[in-house]
Every structure is written in C-alpha cells, then in structure tokens.
C-alpha cells in the first residue's frame, strides 16, 4: 500500500510556492523582476552559509562563530586592501581567513574532544574581537567598483544579481554531495549513530574537520560578498548572522539533534524566509511583527514535525495494543 | 485566468492611483509637489529620540500634502536598514529622508534608490563623506564650533562668567567631543577674560568618562580632588552629564555642571535647581526641516549644491530659510537650550 507521508521539507516546499501566489495578490510591488532580484540579494550570504551548515547540524555538531568568521574575511578582505595589496589578493587573503576559522574550530573539536557548542561560542566572540584589533573603529571603503558593482548589479540582461550564479553552482555541490556521495552518507551516518559510525570503519574526525573547514571556507565566501554588496568592511558587519543561518536550517527540516534533513528543504527555507519578509515588508507589516513572525514560523518548523511524530506513535501503540 | 489577474492587478492600481489625486488636492505650501510619498526612515525604531525625530517629519508631511511613512529596522544596522531601502524602491517612494544606521553600508542601496528617482536627505546621521553624492544634503543638528561655544555660554551663565573650568568628556577617541572640545578652548579665553581652565589650557582640563555612569561618576570625583576651586563642570556627553548631576545632588554640592543632555534624564535636575540648563539639539525640528528639504529637492526648487537654499515652515512666522554649507551639509543652526522655562515639555518626549 502506497501511504503519501507528511514531511516538514516538503510542506516547505507548498509553503514557498502559497506565500508566492498570496504574495502576487497582496501587493502589486511583489511579483516583479527587481523585487525578486532584492529577496535573492538579501538571503545569498545565507543561502552560502546554510548549506555548510546543513552539513554540519545533520552529522550532529554546530558553528555558533559563522558570522564573526563571515566578519573576519571581511575585515581581513578591508584591511589588506586598506594596506595596499592588490584587490585579487585580498579575496584570496579573506578566503584564506575564513577556512582558517573553520579549521580552528573543527581541530578544538576534533583533536580535543571539545563540544562545537562551547568551542564556536567561544571563537564567536573571538573572531568578532579579531575583527575590531584588525579595523580599529574604522570601517573601510572606496574599494574597486569593478568589483563592488559585482555585489550590487545584476548579470547582464537578466534581473539575477551576481549572487545567483555562487547559489546555484555552491547549492548543487552541496546537494549532490550530501544525497548522492560517500561523505553525504558518512554525514547522516555519525549523525545518527557516531558510535556505530566509528565501528563501521567511518574516519569521523576526519570528516568533522573537513565540515568545519567547509563551514569557515564558505564563510569567507559569504563575507566576500558581503563585502561587496555593502561596498565596505566594518568590524561590526553580520552580527547575529550566525542565528539567522541556523534558523533557517532548523526551518527546512534538519533536526537539531543530527541525523535528519534533506539539502533542498534547507535552500527552499532560506529562499521561504527571504520571500515571506518580502510579502510582508510591502505589505507595510512593521518591523516589530516580522520578528515575531519569524520566531513564531522556527516554533512552528520544530513543533509541526514532533507533532506529527507523536500522533503517529500514538497510532502504533493503539494498534499494537488493539492486537494484543 | 491569466486575463483576470491582470485585470485584479489593474483595478488595485488604478484605487491607488486615485487614493493618489485625493492627497494631490489638498497640497500645501506653494512650490513643493503635492501627494509627495515620503518615507522616514530611523537608524532603528523603538528608539523615543527617532520617535520625536519622526513626529517633527510628519508635522512637516502635513504642512505640504504628503504621505509619510515611518519605517525602518529593530536593530540598527546597515545591513538591515538596506532591506527597508530595497522596500521603498520596490513600493515608488517619491523622497527618503533617512538617519544612516552605516555611514558606508547602505551608500549602494541609496545609489540604486536615486536611480530609480527618489530623492534623499539624510538627517541626523550623514553618509561617509566620499558618498556625499548619494544625497541631495545632510541636515545635521549643529557644526561643531557652535555646539562647543553654546556650552561654553551655559557654563558662564551658570558661574556668573567666572571661575576655572573642567571638562567630563566621553572617551579620549570620541570624534565628536574631541572636535566641540577644540572648539570651546580660543572661545572660553576670548569671550570670558574671568574664566580660565583648571590645568591652564582646555586639553589639559578634559577627563574621560568613556560614556560609562560608574567611570563617569568616578572622574567627577577626580575633577573635585585635584581642583577643589573648580567652578564648573562642562560634559559634552548625555552620560556624563546626568553622572555629574546625581553626584551633584547626592553630595550637595556647588560645582556649576552643564553639557549635552537628554531632556528626559535630565529634567529633575534643572527642575530642582541642580543643573541651570543644558542643551542638545531638537530632534523634532531635525526632521521636520529635513522633510522640507527633502520635498522641495524633490519638486525641483532645491538643489542642494553648495550655497543653495531651502525653506522650512508653512506660515510667515515659523518659515525660516536654510544655507547648504561644504560638503553639502546643512545645519540646524544652535544647539536647543533646556531650562525650567521649557524642560517639562521636552522630558515628555526625549
């Protein structure tokens, strides 16, 4: 008997497609070339940073510190152009910086049996200090509008911004590789079980390192185009990033307890969030309500699955109580 | 279907378009467009000092026919202060008058916000001085010399022009307090004979209570050890003022205190006498001439260019004339005083 089963990554989905056709109707400033060009533009550095992070939530660890590291690139990217390097090197150098964040925080965890919880808030004030030693109270601006333009406009004669192009190629390296590879398998596997996983032969320190370099490296990414669309750097850049990108995690489905999730609930959850702001900003909804809306749909995101969860075990235990 | 919606989508237009001519009809003052659609814009909401900020702007949205809207982020970031931008793009604002929450990170939302047509004043909080073309001006509460000198002018008036003077500043890196401090050194010397500083020259007068209550009280203290003549005390700081005036009180003390303080904080004190009066600039006049400048660049009677010219008021009496000075900023004029003449009415709103 084939049973259509609930799942929250899938509801996402109808969620992301209602909030569309809703918006459409709600407000004539929604559905249009520009307006989707502004939610793709406000939820790139998320989109980049959920899907490492989606990595690493499903093999059951955490990265607190993702936006001070998306700072720190950022600073590093200021600060050696401030020092006259030539802007290519910089990238490299913010690049460079971010991985370094992720290593740090992937060796304190894995070399030292450290907990990703208690390490990355740690390094979450540490890079954010490291921010402030490397720009002072001094914001850096007037970069090269060659490459600030890329932040701002979009590709020739479409209405994507420049973003897109880093969403879909980094989205599909992580969505082929988390459903479709060994590592991706290895990843649900210590996340389910990670004592079982190390019977099986999986090298899941190893494996938690390169989740922490991938989630620092991809931080620096974000930071560049960060760095970009704001055409500056400043020591107080992305603050509090780091809770908008697990939430929006938790939102597409992956269960914080590791083990459980799926890539393209968490992309369709970041680009949910992005739209639903969008319908509601032009809907004239004040700022104060879009922060309970958002808190109130992570609630909902957790609470929606347990439920169903429940009612279906309740089912269980009726029916084999019915049997004995 | 399709047809439909298109239909659906036209009829919404074409209500709002009509909403439109009805604010058209009953425009204000003669020059500025009427049924303008103003968006001001905080460096965050929840905050009472924007909250005046805004009442003033829409005083002025009254005046001249237009339709405000007060909007802007909780927290006050550049970052989020861009996605209130990109709103008002997307909804046709004909003016931004905005409080810049990131002198540098919002400069590419406000250059694609003056692409699309609108005009932008920003007011209280300016843009980085390489992006002064994202705006048509800054209107700014004071320059800094006259926000030095007036507290140099409330001291004497709370000593009787004489007697040695120290200052509580914030912290020793505070760009704006050190820029009204070297204001008020050549100033105190020249139009006060009988005054002097207490360590002979103003840098050697300043201590630093870094913005902190307890620091702040704790330098105070300093001030009245090492200099127990001193006759006055100038804060240029809302913290160390209201520092000041509680160790003030609580010690009964004589020492003459003013400084840039919050009407709200700082009303028991001018009401009981402790403090004559301190000043700060009105937030409400802030936006209210930043919302005429804003209309009158938008109806293309205001330039902005170095020397041009605005007005703010819709009656004889109120209208007042504003210069755009360099770097296409223009002041309030002098910092507001706050006495017991006026002090309960400002508590009440900042």
Redesign the interface.
Known sequence: MKRVTFNWDKGILVFLVLTTIVGS?VT???A?A??FS?VIQ?IGEFMLMAIPMTFLIISGEIDLSIGSSLCLSSAALGYSFRHGIPFWLCIIIALLVGLACGLINGILVTKFGLQSLAVTIGTLALYRGLCFVLLG?Q?V??MPLSY?NL??NSIPHTFLPYVTILIVIFGAIGWTTLHYTRLGRWTFAVGINVEAAKFSGIPVARLKLALFAMTGLMAGVAGIV?TF????A?P?????YELSVIASVLFGGVSIAGGVGTMWGVLAAVLELGVI?SVL??T?V???T??VVSGGLLLLSVAIPRAIELSRNRRKLVSSDSKS | MQKRLTRVAIAIVAVAALAGTTATANAGSAGIKGGLKIAIMPKAVNNGYFTAWAKGGTTACKEIGARCTYLGPTTATGAAQVQFINQIIQQHYNVLVISAADQNAIVPALNKAKAAGITIVTSDADVDASAAASRVTAVLPASSTRIGTAEVDWIAAATGGKGSIAILSAAATAANQNAWIAAMGPYLTSKYPNMSWVGGTVDKSVFYGNDDATTSTQQFDAILAQYPNVAGIISPTTVGVLAAAQEKKAKSLTVAITGLGLPSQMGPYITDGTVLKVGLWNPIDLGYVAVYAAAEAASGTFKGTVGSTFYAGNTKKTKKTYTVTAGGITYLGDPFTFDKSNIATFAAIY
Not at chain 1, 236 to 240: P, R, V
């Open positions: 109707f004539p400033y929604f249009n520009s307006n502004f406000d109270n914001p601006n007037q600030t932040g701002s960060y669309r704001f055409a500056s400043s107080d850049g992305a603050t509090g702001r900003q032009l004239n004040s700022a104060n879009l922060l």
